[in-house]
C-alpha cells in the first residue's frame, strides 16, 4: 500500500491487520514498510501466525511486553529516520506514549492518519463479496426459521438467544453484533438490546440481526406484527417500504453516499414521519458489521463500485414502537444488486 511520505505504517486496528495479512489473533501490530512488512505479536500465536502468513511475504515476528512499545523498538533497530503514521482513531492514549517512549530521541516523528486502510476496504473484492453474499443468505435462513417462534409470551432475550443460536449451527463463527429484539415501546429504540420483556399480542417487533462467516458479516432488520395491525400502523410500514425502495432506486456506483438518504427521507417526510426517522440510511458492510461509508446527510463523495452497504430506514414513535427495515446491497454502476432476500412484506403473526 501506498505510504505517502511516510517511511513505515503502523497498523494497530485488528480488522485493518486480518484485511492487510490475514491474521486472525486478538494480539497483533502490522508494521508496513515500502520494501517489508512484519507482523509482531507474541508467543501464543507463534503457530497461529505461521500458518496464516504463509505465503503472504509479510514475517511473523514474536514479541514480549507492548505491541506499541515493540513496535518503536523493531524501527529504532532499523535506524529509520523520518515521519512514522499509525492509525490515531484506532490507539489508546497509553499506547501512544509508548511509542514516543521507545523511540530514539528525536529520531522518529509519530503521525497520527485515520482511514489509510478503511479506504481500502470500502471496495471489495470478488472473494469478499461471495463471503458477505453467503452472510447474507445465512441471516435470511435463520431470520425465515424462526419467524413461528415470534408469538406472545416468548422473551425478547429468549428468541435473541434462539437466532444466535440457529445461526452457529448452519455455520456462523458468531453473531455480527448482539441480536436486537425489541418489542412494543421498547421498538422505539433503535439499539434496544433484548431484554425479559415477554412478547405481546397487538404490537410490534424489531428483529435486527447478522451472522459472521468466513470473517465477513451480514445485517438484515425485519419489523412484524403480532396480531391484526391498525391502518396507523399499517401506514407507518407502508411509509418505511417505500423510503427502503427509494433508498435501494438512489444507489448506484457514481451517486453522492448521501443520494439514498436524500431519497429516504423525502419519502418519510412525505408521509409526516421526518422526525421520527433519526439515524443514518445506512453504512459499510464488511469485515466489520459497520464500516465506511456511512450513508448520511453531507457524505458528498461518490459512491464505490463494488461496495456492500445496508439500506435501513425506520420510523421511531415513543410510547408505541418501531418500524425498520434493513438489506444488505451492493453497488454496481447501474444500480445495485440486492444481498438480502428474506420476506420483507408486512407481516401479522
Same mark, same amino acid.
Given at each position: 500500500?501506498?505510504?505517502?511520505?511516510?517511511?513505515?505504517?503502523?497498523?494497530?486496528?485488528?480488522?485493518?491487520?486480518?484485511?492487510?495479512?490475514?491474521?486472525?489473533?486478538?494480539?497483533?501490530?502490522?508494521?508496513?514498510?515500502?520494501?517489508?512488512?512484519?507482523?509482531?505479536?507474541?508467543?501464543?500465536?507463534?503457530?497461529?501466525?505461521?500458518?496464516?502468513?504463509?505465503?503472504?511475504? *509479510?514475517? +511473523?515476528? %514474536?514479541?514480549? &511486553?507492548?505491541?506499541? $512499545?515493540?513496535? #518503536?523498538? /523493531?524501527?529504532?533497530? @532499523?535506524?529509520? =529516520?523520518?515521519?512514522?503514521?499509525?492509525?490515531?482513531?484506532?490507539?489508546?492514549?497509553?499506547?501512544?506514549?509508548?511509542?514516543?517512549?521507545?523511540?530514539?530521541?528525536?529520531?522518529?516523528?509519530?503521525?497520527?492518519?485515520?482511514?489509510?486502510?478503511?479506504?481500502?476496504?470500502?471496495?471489495?473484492?470478488?472473494?469478499?463479496?461471495?463471503?458477505?453474499?453467503?452472510?447474507?443468505?445465512?441471516?435470511?435462513?435463520?431470520?425465515?426459521? *424462526?419467524? +413461528?417462534? %415470534?408469538?406472545? &409470551?416468548?422473551?425478547? $432475550?429468549?428468541? #435473541?438467544? /434462539?437466532?444466535?443460536? @440457529?445461526?452457529? =449451527?448452519?455455520?456462523?463463527?458468531?453473531?455480527?453484533?448482539?441480536?436486537?429484539?425489541?418489542?412494543?415501546?421498547?421498538?422505539?429504540?433503535?439499539?434496544?438490546?433484548?431484554?425479559?420483556?415477554?412478547?405481546?399480542?397487538?404490537?410490534?417487533?424489531?428483529?435486527?440481526?447478522?451472522?459472521?462467516?468466513?470473517?465477513?458479516?451480514?445485517?438484515?432488520?425485519?419489523?412484524?406484527?403480532?396480531?391484526?395491525?391498525?391502518?396507523?400502523?399499517?401506514?407507518?410500514?407502508?411509509?418505511?417500504?417505500?423510503?427502503?425502495?427509494?433508498?435501494?432506486?438512489?444507489?448506484?456506483?457514481?451517486?453522492?453516499?448521501?443520494?439514498?438518504?436524500?431519497?429516504?427521507?423525502?419519502?418519510?417526510?412525505?408521509?409526516?414521519?421526518?422526525?421520527?426517522?433519526?439515524?443514518?440510511?445506512?453504512?459499510?458492510?464488511?469485515?466489520?458489521?459497520?464500516?465506511?461509508?456511512?450513508?448520511?446527510?453531507?457524505?458528498?463523495?461518490?459512491?464505490?463500485?463494488?461496495?456492500?452497504?445496508?439500506?435501513?430506514?425506520?420510523?421511531?414513535?415513543?410510547?408505541?414502537?418501531?418500524?425498520?427495515?434493513?438489506?444488505?446491497?451492493?453497488?454496481?454502476?447501474?444500480?445495485?444488486?440486492?444481498?438480502?432476500?428474506?420476506?420483507?412484506?408486512?407481516?401479522?403473526?
Amino acid at each position: 500500500m501506498a505510504l505517502g511520505k511516510a517511511e513505515a505504517f503502523l497498523v494497530t486496528h485488528l480488522p485493518n491487520v486480518f484485511y492487510l495479512c490475514g491474521f486472525t489473533g486478538d494480539a497483533g501490530a502490522l508494521l508496513v514498510e515500502p520494501d517489508r512488512a512484519t507482523l509482531l505479536t507474541d508467543s501464543r500465536f507463534t503457530t497461529q501466525a505461521k500458518e496464516e502468513l504463509k505465503g503472504t511475504g *509479510v514475517r +511473523p515476528k %514474536i514479541v514480549k &511486553g507492548p505491541l506499541a $512499545s515493540a513496535a #518503536a523498538e /523493531e524501527l529504532a533497530r @532499523r535506524r529509520l =529516520r523520518g515521519r512514522v503514521a499509525f492509525e490515531g482513531a484506532r490507539m489508546t492514549v497509553v499506547d501512544a506514549a509508548r511509542l514516543r517512549k521507545a523511540s530514539p530521541q528525536g529520531r522518529l516523528r509519530w503521525q497520527p492518519v485515520t482511514g489509510w486502510v478503511e479506504r481500502l476496504r470500502r471496495v471489495k473484492d470478488a472473494d469478499e463479496i461471495e463471503r458477505i453474499r453467503a452472510a447474507a443468505r445465512l441471516a435470511c435462513d435463520v431470520i425465515v426459521e *424462526v419467524l +413461528p417462534l %415470534i408469538k406472545p &409470551g416468548v422473551r425478547e $432475550s429468549d428468541l #435473541a438467544a /434462539e437466532i444466535e443460536f @440457529r445461526m452457529r =449451527r448452519r455455520g456462523a463463527s458468531g453473531a455480527a453484533f448482539e441480536t436486537i429484539v425489541a418489542s412494543g415501546p421498547r421498538g422505539a429504540l433503535p439499539h434496544a438490546r433484548p431484554s425479559a420483556k415477554v412478547l405481546q399480542a397487538n404490537e410490534l417487533v424489531v428483529i435486527d440481526m447478522g451472522a459472521i462467516l468466513r470473517h465477513y458479516c451480514s445485517d438484515i432488520t425485519r419489523t412484524v406484527f403480532l396480531g391484526h395491525a391498525s391502518g396507523k400502523v399499517r401506514r407507518w410500514y407502508r411509509a418505511v417500504a417505500e423510503a427502503q425502495a427509494a433508498a435501494c432506486e438512489a444507489l448506484r456506483a457514481g451517486a453522492p453516499v448521501e443520494a439514498p438518504d436524500v431519497a429516504a427521507r423525502r419519502v418519510l417526510r412525505g408521509y409526516g414521519l421526518a422526525r421520527a426517522f433519526v439515524h443514518s440510511t445506512g453504512h459499510g458492510l464488511g469485515i466489520e458489521v459497520h464500516e465506511e461509508p456511512r450513508l448520511g446527510r453531507g457524505q458528498l463523495q461518490p459512491l464505490d463500485r463494488s461496495s456492500v452497504v445496508t439500506i435501513e430506514p425506520g420510523v421511531y414513535l415513543e410510547g408505541i414502537g418501531g418500524i425498520r427495515i434493513e438489506d444488505d446491497l451492493l453497488v454496481l454502476p447501474g444500480g445495485a444488486e440486492m444481498l438480502t432476500d428474506a420476506p420483507r412484506e408486512f407481516l401479522e403473526l
